[in-house]
Every structure is written in structure tokens, then in C-alpha cells.
């Protein structure tokens, strides 16, 4: 069983950084692809970024690539996802998730099915 709490969402203008953070329990995290997505009103959950569970690959949506990084520290089962130049289509819920299936150093997926563990999410809103 893995729990993830999302933080660090909030309001901003365009132009904004932020910073989430997901918060791991459990002793699987370690060893667990993670992933962000988000879900604009109205609209599909959309994969955002992945990383390995040794973060040494990672992988971004064309939306954000060069705006966004994803990062993670194991020592503190931590996930992060560090968004710069924020614009108002980056408005939505961000949601962490953890894929607990044994993989192998490199892999991550951009696809939502891959993820078992979901966390609540949260609130980001870039106003214009």
C-alpha cells in the first residue's frame, strides 16, 4: 500500500514559478516509477512527466517540456515537479502516482493505466 499527498498548488500569475511536492508513505517509493498528470475542467487526465524510480530518466509532455522538471529524492520519498514560466493553460489539478511493479532502472511511462497509486491532487491556477 502506497499513500501520496500532493502539495504546493496554489494561485499565480502567468510567468509564475511553483513547486509541487508529493509526499510518499511506504517503502516502496524507492523502487516506483512515478508520474505527474493533470485534469483541466472539462477535460481528460493528461500525463505531464515521468521519472524513474532511480531518476535517472525522465520524460515530459510537449506542453511543458523546458518549463518543467521532475525530480524525486528516495532519502525523503519525495516527488517533485518544479514548473516555471507558469501560463494560464497549466491550470488544472495535479495528480502524483506510483507504479509499484518491479521495473527496471530506466523505465518510466507516460501512460495513466501503467500507475497504480493515486494521490487526492492539487489545485494550480495560472491567471492571465
Known amino acids: 500500500q502506497v499513500q501520496l499527498v500532493e502539495s504546493g498548488g496554489g494561485l499565480v500569475q502567468a510567468g509564475d514559478s511553483l513547486r509541487l511536492s508529493c509526499a510518499a508513505s511506504?517503502?516502496?517509493?524507492?523502487?516506483?516509477?512515478m508520474g505527474w498528470f493533470r485534469q483541466a475542467p472539462g477535460k481528460e487526465r493528461v500525463f505531464v512527466a515521468a521519472i524513474s524510480w532511480s531518476g535517472t530518466s525522465t520524460n515530459y509532455a510537449d506542453s511543458v517540456k523546458g518549463r518543467f522538471t521532475i525530480s524525486r529524492d528516495n532519502a525523503k520519498n519525495t516527488l517533485y515537479l518544479q514548473m516555471n514560466s507558469l501560463k494560464p493553460e497549466d491550470t488544472a489539478v495535479y495528480y502524483c502516482a506510483a507504479d509499484v511493479t518491479y521495473r527496471s532502472r530506466s523505465y518510466y511511462s507516460r501512460d495513466s493505466a501503467k500507475y497504480d497509486y493515486w494521490g487526492q491532487g492539487t489545485q494550480v491556477t495560472v491567471s492571465s
Open positions: 511506504g517503502r516502496t517509493f524507492s523502487s516506483s516509477p
